[in-house]
């Protein structure tokens, strides 16, 4: 077999689909390649390191490069260093189960996304734009996992008011903004208008923690809104899976959640908007690469 056969890639890519079905949610890809290491008996070649890279293995570069398929086959997502199956992908795992057929078909699916785009460059499957492809992703993890920390470890009134930048780089006009104390759910007060006689009047609580929100936390902010307002709660620690579905199917009131990715994704995306003064808050500073061509 060779070192590097399409084969040996459908085992260690099904057994990485393996050990995401048990995490609906997906896992961090560090994670995910520390499980498959020990879930794998790693072969000479996969043990060994680049030349003139000391440290640097083959093995996750290769699970890496080899997931490019399954992911441009709707099978897998990565975002943020996370890998998450689809249901695509679940099921794609039990109709080919022989590891061979199973990434001749995610390379068929490569092949035809491929095709459809611009450019139509050859897809290379050589060492160098392996490394190159993985190094990148490799990039894009590492500065997501510091800014996360970042975010997770922001003083709580730092975090309100980089909420509250936010908000005026979108265009609301933020009339207040709690002070150290008691402020009875409300963090944030905005409207869509500079006096705010405008309905709707935006309500937004923030909070910095480590734990998701519950349906009694969520159930706990509804109840300072009013009949013409809009809540937005923010919190670092995500939201649990019923208090999502509560926020979804109730009626009476009009919220929206902001998990730590999706307050990231806004900062991003109305980055150039936001006060100069402000951007201390979270600032950030692209870094550019040339594109792998996949």
């Not at 609580?205 to 013409?228: E, H, N, Y």
Request: with cysteine.
């Amino acid at each position: 077999m060779a070192e590097n056969s399409l084969e040996r890639s459908g085992q260690l890519v099904r057994k990485a689909f393996e050990i995401l079905m048990g995490s609906p949610d997906g896992m961090r890809a560090k994670d995910v390649l520390k499980a498959l290491e020990n879930a794998v008996s790693l072969t000479p070649y996969e043990q060994s390191e680049y030349p003139n890279r000391p440290g640097v293995r083959r093995f996750e570069k290769i699970v890496r490069f080899a997931t490019i398929g399954p992911v441009k086959a709707g099978w897998l997502t990565k975002s943020k260093g996370r890998w998450t199956l689809t249901d695509e992908g679940k099921a794609a795992f039990k109709e080919y189960p022989d590891p061979e057929q199973f990434m001749k078909r995610a390379r068929e699916l490569y092949y035809t996304w491929k095709a459809a785009q611009p450019d139509g460059d050859e897809i290379l499957e050589d060492e160098e734009s392996e490394s190159v492809h993985t190094t990148l992703e490799e990039a894009e993890e590492l500065a997501w996992t510091e800014i996360e920390e970042y975010l997770r470890n922001i003083q709580p009134f730092d975090l309100q008011a980089l909420v509250a930048a936010l908000l005026k780089g979108m265009g609301y006009f933020v009339s207040w903004v709690s002070s150290p104390g008691p402020d009875k759910g409300i963090d944030i007060l905005a409207h869509t208008d500079p006096l705010g006689t405008q309905n709707p009047r935006i309500k937004v609580q923030v909070k910095r923690r480590a734990d998701p929100i519950d349906v009694a936390g969520l159930r706990a902010f509804l109840a300072v809104l009013g009949d013409q307002d809009v809540g937005i709660f923010v919190c670092t620690g995500g939201f649990t899976t019923a208090a999502e579905l509560e926020a979804r199917t109730q009626e009476k009131r009009k919220i929206t959640l902001v998990g730590i990715e999706r307050l990231f994704d806004l900062w991003v995306q109305h980055y150039s908007k936001i006060d100069e003064t402000e951007k201390r808050l979270l600032p950030l500073k692209p870094v550019y690469y040339i594109a792998s061509s996949e």
